[in-house]
């Protein structure tokens, strides 16, 4: 069993209402559709089961697999062969059923042209003993397979058989390679279901970027780089650095994309970055309704999912809102900045525009589970339950099902369902300041809990899981709609240097310093590890006239010994001018081993209204370990 952050008195509230939490690893469980809708189902986790294999081309052939799935490969031996093979299901029956649909888990890797040559198909009247082409099939539309850049499972959402109602039918994969290229597909838990599929969104346009740019085109605006095929990688890719960071502006444009006809539409890719400063202004996505960089007038798309900036990993970027832009035809570029600084590399294939309406949005908004797998730091709508609340302690976090024992205003959980609540199913929604906070906590409202709730925010960790801060916009169950806001003390992003802080060297050779890109750093490493204590100091703050405020920031802590962290990179408060200093907690510190950027959680000032105080970080080290700690968006608010 996979260890969790539950804590121990979460496991107090069984028999409350709700579900207790369980550290039971669900990703190791299969969850099945209600058992009194399946009609047909084969998890492959023994082998072909029912299905039947039929090669019409080429010696590779659908085979079982020990690791629990059936896959068809034409690559054999380091060798590339041209194949066409069938799996057929068994008759399944569909007489007296008015509507269905069928699902299925796969994973598509390598193909030339995934959506041509990984296809399904559904047939009436074959017979196992014949070859497919005996009789007439009929493919059945689905949502375009994309590469997911590794070997992960994906479900391919609903598929209608509804048309084929009142029937016997066969469904059927086929799969078709080359000499030139041979994907791979790896198939398992394909189940046939009473009901009426979700609508499915069609394809507009893709370019996988699989063999080249295709119809996309380069414009470089400054520096001698540019986009390029990578066939190692299969995808275009852009780095400005050669030897050295070079300063850079190159754009990868796409043809015209037709939306005249279309009333809603998104488009997505997969993308992978390393070495950037900061993605989201480095690596960036716009739309124009004209030609080239230089006449157009490009508007930016905002990315909800951006890549982890320390490994080459394809993420999706999320449903990227085209909708405002029906009825006309436009073209959508990625842009890449570096500079002398930083020059980081960025990837980008599988890339599609929809018919279809966008998740995350006011209208279709995100499922907790979809807002758990986009943790980055996009902005979106997420639909759920409230019930519980997260509260930080020493080390650890605590999350409670029951609204009984709430004593604080800051955080509320939101989850899919009121039962069966994991750690990895769950959203710890931090509460601004305001009209938000002050109708939806559970120390106030305990009639909230599970009630369901509609909010706009920011999608990052929070409480030691995944998480949602910055919400602006709410809607209750009542359907009130409201606007949070907070205003705004003080603010330091660090994006051009250390500001109005001033730095206190008490002991070894390194100093608290800028980076462009990554903000406020310190470090006691330089070829070895240095012992260090060294503060960074904000101006005095004038409070007498405030009756509350509060403090974030963004920070990311690595190379050192995680279990540290709350000891040797913390935070202090003065109220004479710096004489004596009382620690302040910190609510949400990074992972500790990675370059991933967390929001603080919000601290609580409001003991200091009514005073003047400075704040400082403090760093320390010791000659057997030795973090950086970078800080950034550094905002004190009412």
């Known amino acids: 069993m ?112 995934v959506s041509n040559e990984a296809t399904l198909w559904v047939s009436e009247g074959y017979k196992t003993d014949s070859l497919p082409s005996a009789v007439k099939w009929t493919q059945l539309k689905t949502s375009s397979f994309a590469d997911p850049g590794s070997w992960v499972f994906g479900n391919s ?60 085109k380069t414009q470089s605006v400054t520096g001698a780089q540019v986009w390029t095929y ?39 890719f997969d993308h ?14 716009w739309v124009s309704t004209t030609d080239t960089v230089a006449s157009a007038n490009w508007t930016q798309l905002p990315v909800l999912n951006y890549f982890n900036n320390s490994s080459f990993t394809f993420v999706n970027t999320g449903n990227l809102n085209l909708s405002s832009y029906a009825g006309k035809k436009i073209r959508i570029a990625l842009k890449y900045i570096s500079t002398t600084a930083a020059a980081g590399t960025w990837e980008v ?67 899919d369902t009121t039962i069966n609540l994991y750690s990895s199913k769950i959203l710890s929604v931090q509460l601004p300041r305001g009209s938000a906070r002050n109708v939806m906590n559970l120390k106030d409202n305990k009639a909230n809990m599970g009630k369901r709730v509609k909010l706009f925010g920011t999608l990052t960790p929070n409480s030691g899981i995944a998480g949602m801060s910055n919400i602006t916009k709410y809607v209750l169950p009542d359907g009130t709609t409201g606007t949070a806001s907070t205003t705004a003390f003080y603010s330091e992003p660090f994006a051009t240097g250390l500001g109005t802080f001033t730095t206190n060297n008490v002991t070894g050779a390194q100093v608290w310093s800028f980076a462009s890109g990554y903000g406020a750093k310190m470090t006691g490493f330089t070829t070895v590890n240095n012992a260090n204590e060294d503060w960074l100091i904000s101006q005095e703050f004038d409070f007498t006239n405030q009756s509350s405020a509060a403090l974030t920031f963004d920070h990311t802590i690595n190379k050192g010994v995680v279990a540290n962290m709350r000891t040797e990179q913390t935070l ?67």
Request: with cysteine; aromatic share 16%; charged share 10%.
């Open 349 to 415: 294939r599988n890339f599609q525009v929809f018919n279809g309406m966008a998740s995350g949005i006011d209208t279709n908004p995100f499922t907790v589970a979809n807002a758990v797998t986009y943790q980055s730091g996009g902005s979106a709508w997420v639909t759920g339950y409230i019930v519980g609340y997260s509260w930080p302690f020493v080390n650890q976090y605590a999350y409670f099902f029951t609204p009984d024992t709430c004593s604080q205003r800051v955080n509320v959980l939101l989850g």
């Open 272 to 285: 992978a970055g390393r070495y950037f400063g900061t993605p989201s202004t480095e690596a960036t996505v």
């Open 157 to 216: 959402g609903q598929i209608s058989l509804t048309a084929f109602s009142g029937k016997k039918i066969r469904i059927a994969f086929k799969y078709i390679s080359t000499a030139a290229k041979a994907g791979t597909w790896e198939m398992r838990n394909f189940y046939v279901q009473k009901g009426e599929a979700a609508v499915n969104a069609q394809l507009v346009y893709s370019n996988s970027f699989a063999y080249s740019i295709g119809d996309f």
């Open 230 to 268: 990578s066939s190692s990688y299969t995808c275009m890719a852009m780095s400005g650095y050669a030897s050295s960071n070079i300063a850079n502006e190159d754009w990868l444009i796409s043809p015209p994309i037709d939306l005249t006809n279309i009333t809603n539409s998104y488009v997505c």
């Open 2 to 113: 996979k260890k969790t952050n539950i804590y121990s008195l979460m496991l107090l509230v069984v028999g409350m209402g709700f579900a207790s939490c369980s550290n039971l690893d669900e990703s190791k469980v299969i969850i099945a559709p209600p058992q009194t809708n399946i009609i047909y189902s084969e998890t492959f986790a023994t082998g072909l089961g029912q299905f039947t294999a039929k090669s019409v081309t080429g010696a590779q052939v659908w085979a079982e697999s020990t690791s629990g799935y059936v896959m068809m490969s034409g690559y054999a031996s380091s060798t590339n062969y041209a194949n066409e093979d069938w799996l057929v299901s068994p008759e399944i029956d569909l007489t007296g059923v008015g509507a269905s649909n069928l699902t299925f888990e796969h994973c598509a890797r390598y193909f030339a042209d």
């Open 572 to 638: 202090w408060v003065s109220t004479n001018s710096g004489t004596t200093w009382t620690q302040l907690s910190i609510p949400t510190y990074p992972a500790g081993n990675t370059w991933t950027y967390v929001n603080s959680g919000e601290i609580n000032l409001d003991a200091y209204a009514g005073k003047k105080i400075k704040l400082a970080f403090k760093y320390t080290c010791t000659t057997a370990s030795s973090a950086t700690w970078e800080i950034k968006n550094f905002l004190i608010y009412y």
